[in-house]
């Protein structure tokens, strides 16, 4: 800490300040690599956070402290999937090392072989990717499979069809206008416990919604056609709860031939699912955030 407090010329009333700075971006940086180590999903990010921008504000943005928090944020992405928020961040703790410490030096090459982990990471999600969608066309081939993505008519409330989704296998679509706020179609399923829904879900399995405190439906069993609408993290309708059943209400006017589609918003703390809704404001994953 000292040669940087020298190269940036602190003056010595400023030292205490300094020094207690450097002391919190310190803590809350070994706080953010406890949870990290726990792997807690969500708390280290915003440790890591606040120590970067601490040690930014009082060492700049280029010193080599500051390299290492970015790339501990990164590893961090890196655990939870979010390698596209990762990759940015090895790539400047490199830079920052590279000048600060020069090529050669040890801690290049160990931020140089974890980024090159990611890649790898990266490499093989990307691949898994492409296997699914091929794996989903060759199911969608079999008649039997299609004659499962029917809509019950008598629990919609508007024309509704399914058909071949641009976001991921069969989706729900508008067969004739719906206004904004209107009731579109119930959401029925087996009524299954809080407990029984978790022992049942899975991200093969993801059908399950909330009734109440203690209520879930489960899409995949007797369910009206609500449960194929896709995920959009710009959603046209949303759920809601009437007299004890479950809606599918939209949230705007929707056009015929629109797919309808809802926020899973997925807990943060759960199996992190990508997304590839392909909206302006996707976040990337399904999980809320
Ligand atoms: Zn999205």
Known sequence: ???S??????RASTRPEFAKACREALRLNNLAAKYHAEGNATRPEKL?????????SVLGPDDAAVAVTLSNLA????MVGRFRDARPLYERAISILETVHGAAHGDVAVVLFNYGELLKAEAAAVQARAKEIEKSLREMSDPRHAAKTVIDAGKARF?????????????????????AG?????????????????????????????LDSYWRLDGSVGGSGAEL????????????????RVWVISLRRILPGEELTLDYRFPKDSERIPCYCGAATCRGTLNAR
């Open 75 to 78: 590893a961090f992405y890196r």
């Open 229 to 244: 609408l896709n995920h959009c993290c710009e959603p046209n309708t949303r759920l809601g709860v009437r007299q004890g």
């Open 159 to 179: 024309q509704l069809v399914t058909g071949v989704s641009r976001i991921h296998r069969y989706g729900v679509f508008a067969a004739e206008e719906i206004p």
């Open 5 to 10: 407090e020298e190269m940036r010329g602190v």
């Open 182 to 210: 209107r009731l579109v179609i119930e959401y029925t399923g087996e009524r299954v416990s809080r407990s029984e829904a978790v022992h049942r879900w899975n991200r093969r399995r993801t059908y399950l919604v909330k």
């Open 1 to 3: 800490m000292r040669r």
């Open 48 to 56: 890591y956070r606040r120590a970067w921008e601490i040690q930014e």
